[in-house]
């Protein structure tokens, strides 16, 4: 099973951000808007509404990131230099800026939503 970007799914800012994120790194997984989800993977409305999530299964059981070790987790998926980058959402102190600047984003949507 391919791991699961659950965005916002009455937030164009975060359909547009994950469709770039697909352009970047297209395999490994797939977006869902939350508003599509038929399941809630044990998250709240509220969890869903505040941060992207995404579902992984692994041999241990599903694995869940939020927020920027979500994006660094996809960001994994596709290797390379993008590898390298999606390492830093997990290694502090980068995992500090990295969740900072996440929820800097995330607070600030409307804002942002005119540059993507």
């Not at 920027?68 to 830093?88: Q, S």
């Not at 290694?91 to 607070?107: H, K, N, R």
Request: glycine content about 10%.
């Amino acid at each position: 099973m391919e791991a699961l970007l659950i965005t916002d799914g009455d937030c164009d800012f975060c359909q547009r951000s994950a469709a770039k994120l697909k352009r970047i790194s297209p395999q490994g997984w797939i977006n869902v808007p939350s508003s599509l989800l038929t399941e809630n993977y044990g998250l709240t409305s509220a969890q869903l509404a505040h941060s992207v999530w995404l579902i992984e299964s692994t041999n241990d059981g599903v694995v869940k990131y939020s927020g920027a070790k979500a994006v660094g987790k996809v960001l994994r998926m596709r290797g390379g230099v993008w590898a390298g980058i999606g390492w830093l959402t997990f290694i502090p102190p980068a995992s500090w800026i990295a969740d900072d600047l996440y929820q800097f984003v995330a607070g600030n949507r409307k804002f942002f939503s005119r540059y993507i």
